[in-house]
């Protein structure tokens, strides 16, 4: 898993000799190819035709921000705070030319309620190929890094494998799952490449973006999603500022968090923390009835309340949030 980034080549190979049926294989012929094509069609220039068939890293691509607006509000149930500070941090970061750093997200909340369907989503819209693009990198704690006693090779092999992927394609975007399962030594091997450095090495990371998932400080969110339900208030009248110092200094304070005293924090490298809110009933609802739409389903309500109903709720007294947001809708679906 950690050679060194492909540029796509191989997919464009193989796109341009289905399509012309050319029986050569080096890249020399089918450059011409390109370059014939290219001339035909007149108005497309080389890299524009080649960027149909490969995957091309576009550093100064624009965010669609407008669409990625109305994908979040379409699709992201119950969470106008990640919404409202994911748009405004990636719109800041895209528009920006000469950004100082990397732009680094936090984002932090209770399992099922969206953290990695957004990190996704947000992927989709900078690489259009989303996760499996040659330019996002997803790493999972338990999978990629779970043995303590290799920190060490941990550490060379995330610096090797970023630096690597930045000189590849300046606006990579690297995403690291389970946060709250990582030991903060590994974070700490990419520490130089989230400051304020124009370059460490020769490589300029300023226009890579690291996002971090984590629980941990789910409790906290939950805490005062809590309050406001319990005093009566809307969930949308829960604003950023009621969670953002708690949330960092929680987050900081928590020996789980993969962040802790990794430096990232007191060193103010993390951009923003967003937190996602615990999911209530009527949003486990609508992750269902998603997920017939995606399916291709009719909606029936009787199975939509029928599936909602078995999932379990909390605290005791109440049973307003999803103990596991919407992560089981899709497997109790099948049942139904
Ligand atoms: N807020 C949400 N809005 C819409 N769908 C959601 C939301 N939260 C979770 N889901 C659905 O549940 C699945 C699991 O959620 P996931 O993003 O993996 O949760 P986590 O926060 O633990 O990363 C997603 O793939 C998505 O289909
Ligand atoms: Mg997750």
């Not at 012929?29 to 091309?56: H, M, P, W």
């Not at 669409?67 to 705070?81: D, I, S, V, W």
């Not at 339900?229 to 968090?257: C, T, Y």
């Amino acid at each position: 898993m950690w050679r060194a980034a492909r540029l796509g080549r191989g997919v464009a190979l193989g796109l341009l000799l289905t399509v012309h049926a050319v029986a050569a294989f080096e890249p020399m012929t089918v450059g011409i190819a390109i370059g014939a094509a290219s001339a035909l069609t007149g108005y497309l220039s080389y890299k524009d035709l080649y960027c149909r068939f490969a995957e091309c890293c576009r550093e100064e691509q624009r965010l669609n921000a407008s669409a990625l607006k109305l994908e979040l509000e379409k699709k992201l149930f119950g969470q106008h705070l990640a919404t409202e500070v994911i748009l405004k941090a990636l719109t800041g970061f895209k528009n920006n030319k000469n950004p100082k750093k990397p732009l680094t997200l936090s984002l932090h909340g209770w399992a099922g309620t969206g953290k990695n369907f957004v990190s996704q989503i947000v992927a989709e819209n900078l690489h259009s190929k989303g996760l499996k693009s040659n330019f996002v990198h997803l790493f999972v704690s338990t999978l990629h890094f779970p043995h303590e006693q290799q920190i060490k090779l941990y550490q060379d092999q995330l610096q090797g494998w970023i630096r690597g992927n930045v000189s590849a394609c300046a606006s990579s975007v690297f995403i690291f799952d389970e946060m709250d399962k990582l030991h903060p030594g590994v974070i700490d091997a990419i520490k130089p490449f989230l400051d304020y450095y124009e370059q460490v090495d020769g490589v300029s990371y300023r226009k890579a973006i690291f996002i971090f998932l984590s629980n941990a400080g789910g409790d906290l969110i939950t805490k005062i999603a809590l309050d406001f339900w319990r005093a009566g208030r809307k969930r949308e009248d829960i604003q950023l500022k009621d969670l953002e110092p708690v949330l960092s200094v929680g987050v900081f304070n928590n020996k789980h968090s993969g962040l802790w005293h990794s430096g990232l924090i007191d060193r103010n490298l993390i951009d923003y923390f967003i937190p996602f809110l615990p999911l209530e009933y009527r949003h486990v609802k609508m992750c269902i009835r998603a997920e017939m739409r995606a399916r291709g389903s009719v909606i029936d309500e009787d199975i939509v309340t029928r599936v909602a109903e078995e999932m379990t709720f909390f605290p005791k007294s109440e049973k307003i949030y999803s103990d596991k947001g919407c992560k089981t809708v899709q497997s109790r679906l099948d049942f139904h």
